[in-house]
């Protein structure tokens, strides 16, 4: 299991004064040195923390992938085909949300979503759809040309620790083996943390988890180095 980091707090705290500390591209290099396999930035429609400069910045001085998580909106496939990460990971966008709240409706808008990746993928950029863990997404998903879906975990993370951790799991299981066998790879992110995070390895041929929120918060006390590395042992 590989681990992209999200760096997008980072951002956060720097546009706090404003300036440039800390350093976001500083921070993506942190992370490719001890190991992430990717740096994941979500560029909102408010540019609340990442802005579009940083994604520039970010795409042409790292070695590892970029995953840029953005909404399906004609402003960012423009901005992706431009920049041209890696990957992108379509996300659903409210501009009054704290942090993104639900997986991606894919079954109710699945034409749009087709036609949407489509120029992605032709010009090679892999594409990700983020959902919440429930069969209803996870055919739709399959049937859009997009290569992977990351499920949402926020509800398993939530979950944790109480009598409904299990059921919440379970979903995520399930999920994953459905996308799997309709051919789909399988990432998995939001909310996962240090104490949390050991059961993604119950979940067959997951692929990469994004974690974000968990790191910048530990590397506040420990350094980002350390918060990434602790992280990896913990996945490997
Ligand atoms: N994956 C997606 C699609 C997200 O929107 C987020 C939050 O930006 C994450 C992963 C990371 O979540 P967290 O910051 O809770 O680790």
Wanted: charged share 25%; glycine share 8%.
């Amino acid at each position: 299991m590989l681990l992209g980091v999200n760096i997008d707090h980072v951002a956060t705290l720097r546009n706090a004064r404003g300036g440039n500390d800390p350093n976001v591209l500083v921070a993506a290099k942190i992370c490719e040195n001890c190991g992430a396999s990717s740096i994941t930035t979500h560029l909102r429609e408010d540019r609340r923390h990442i802005k579009d400069e940083d994604v520039k910045q970010i795409s042409e001085n790292i070695k590892i992938n970029l995953n840029l998580e953005m909404a399906v909106t004609d402003e960012m496939q423009a901005i992706a085909l431009k920049i041209k990460p890696h990957s992108v990971c379509l996300v659903p966008e409210k501009r009054q949300e704290v942090t993104t709240e639900g997986g991606l409706d894919v079954a109710g808008q699945l034409e749009k979503i087709t036609e949407f990746v489509k120029p992605l993928i032709n010009a090679g950029i892999e594409v990700s759809l983020f959902i919440d863990p429930n069969e209803e997404q996870v055919k739709a998903s399959a049937k859009t040309g997009a290569q992977f879906i990351e499920m949402h975990t926020g509800a398993y993370s939530n979950a944790y620790g109480t009598e409904s951790e299990e059921a919440e799991f379970l979903k995520l299981k399930n999920c994953a083996k459905l996308a799997q066998e309709l051919g789909l790879r399988v990432n998995a992110g939001h909310g996962l943390n240090y104490e949390n995070v050991h059961r993604m390895h119950e979940i067959e041929g997951l692929y990469e988890l994004n974690i974000g929120h968990s790191i910048i918060s530990k590397a506040v006390f420990v350094g980002l180095e350390q918060a990434v590395v602790e992280m990896q042992n913990l996945i490997r």
